[in-house]
């Protein structure tokens, strides 16, 4: 999972915990072949997910990309890792796209969100 | 927290589990006066936080930033949010710098790492 040129530019929202996150930090190597097609269609297959929430993504150019999954549930989150598809596309970055990438998996305890228009989720303690 | 531009460009490493982490999503506003020198300032005050463990950064250009926090425990995160320095700098944040921002505060329960000369980090399951 990863870019998105063409999503709306806004954070995802904060939705009411318990909720799960993954955050994938990673840099890319040279050569990114085949990665834009395997991406988009991660990107559909995610989506797909019962408990699929959202996806907040950037990349520095030349730099770090971080990407960041909210899932629903731990159940949620399991579903999309272990489906098999997804799984050769880890493998295929493991061997040709990644550099290297760091994984964290966690379970949302508080979450706040601010807009100069409108203030959304739940209050900050 | 955010711009990294003479940082090495690397994820931050795979902790042993559990440990908590911070990701703030963020849209800037247009008119940015202040804010790196605000933002180099708070690097330096994190870094002093006992329990913190590091950052990763991404920005898209014109688009989506996102910072993520590693945090040892609680406490460590707890002490940084409440940081009078910190809180000041939130506040100017809302006033001029953020067009948008979503704060989730999780506890990491797995975490993986790759790289393509050493792996490293916890196993995953």
């Known amino acids: 999972m990863s870019d998105h040129p063409q999503a709306p530019v806004a954070p995802v929202q904060a939705f009411e915990p318990p909720y799960y996150l993954a955050v994938f930090t990673s840099v ?59 799984r050769a596309a880890q493998r295929r970055g493991r061997t040709d796209w990644y550099e290297s990438y760091t994984l964290h998996v966690a379970k949302v305890e508080r979450s706040h969100a601010f807009s100069r228009t409108d203030s959304t989720g739940p209050a900050q303690p």
């Open 28 to 86: 890319k190597t040279e050569d990114q072949s085949g990665y834009r097609e395997t991406n988009a269609r991660m990107e559909e297959l995610v989506r797909k997910i019962p408990g699929y929430l959202g996806m907040d993504h950037a990349q520095t150019p030349g730099g770090l990309s971080v990407t960041v999954g909210y899932f629903r549930d731990a159940d949620a989150l399991t579903a999309w890792r272990t489906d098999a598809e997804h």
